[in-house]
């Protein structure tokens, strides 16, 4: 079965700070994509980044970078500088290259302190 | 990208009672799924809405109770029917143009009493 584990369900970091959010996932699948997605209280969904499991290299984007390990099927989130911002729900997700559906993870809700 | 408008975004309803939420994209798409997310929680797949046809539901979740409908690649309907406290949730409407990103709509808070 394919899953994604996140087992930080709450995280802190002071203000411009770093932070990384583990991700685990489970798959026997060989090409498929892993998704951060950012949940604020307004409910909306933000895609935050995208990494192709064919890539070798980490995604970035901005303050936000991947360490993206397939053998260990691990891909962390970096939020580098945390801002208030930043302040959410965060939701690791996967999704397989022959499927439509995309699967996530519990989600970590972090928190900003200023 | 694709902005996608939810309608309603609240609603407090009597058990028993069904509601329709609106799903509206403002470019044509392939896929449109909904979820439902207890607060603080994850996402869970109700379904998939296909486009002239009937939707394709997950394991625990039936026609009867989440009829969907897409007329056409910009919208799509979820009705909640005769429904109970447990029904409320968050509802979340979605939407991918291609493989590579989903769209979310806000939400439709649904509370039932």
């Known amino acids: 079965a394919q899953t994604v584990t996140q087992s930080q369900p709450e995280m802190s970091v002071q203000e411009a700070e770093t932070v990384t959010l583990s991700c685990t996932y489970d798959?026997?699948?060989?090409?498929?994509?892993l998704f951060w997605y950012k949940q604020p209280p307004s409910r909306q969904m933000i895609l935050v980044i995208r990494?192709?499991?064919?890539?070798?290299q980490n995604a970035t984007e901005n303050r936000f970078s991947v360490n993206f390990q397939k053998a260990a099927k691990s891909f962390s989130l970096k939020i580098s500088d945390s801002q208030l911002g930043d302040a959410a729900m965060y939701f690791c997700a996967y999704r397989p290259l022959r499927d439509d559906k995309i699967i996530f993870g519990k989600g970590t809700r972090l928190h900003i302190l200023p | 990208s694709a902005v996608i408008s939810q309608k309603p975004s609240r609603d407090i309803c009597q058990r028993g009672t069904s509601l329709t939420i609106q799903c509206q994209v403002d470019s044509q798409v392939t896929m449109m799924f909904w979820y439902r997310q207890q607060p603080g929680q994850s996402l869970t797949l109700i379904a998939t809405a296909n486009q002239g046809s009937e939707a394709t539901y997950e394991s625990g979740f039936v026609i009867d109770k989440f009829p969907i409908s897409r007329p056409n690649l910009t919208f799509s309907t979820l009705t909640v029917s005769n429904m109970s406290p447990e029904d409320s949730s968050i509802y979340l409407c979605?939407?991918?143009?291609?493989?590579?990103?989903?769209?979310f709509g806000q939400g439709t808070r649904l509370t039932v009493v």
């Open positions: 798959t026997s699948e060989s090409d498929y994509y």
């Open positions: 990494q192709e499991a064919y890539k070798q």
């Open positions: 979605s939407a991918m143009k291609d493989i590579t990103e989903a769209f």
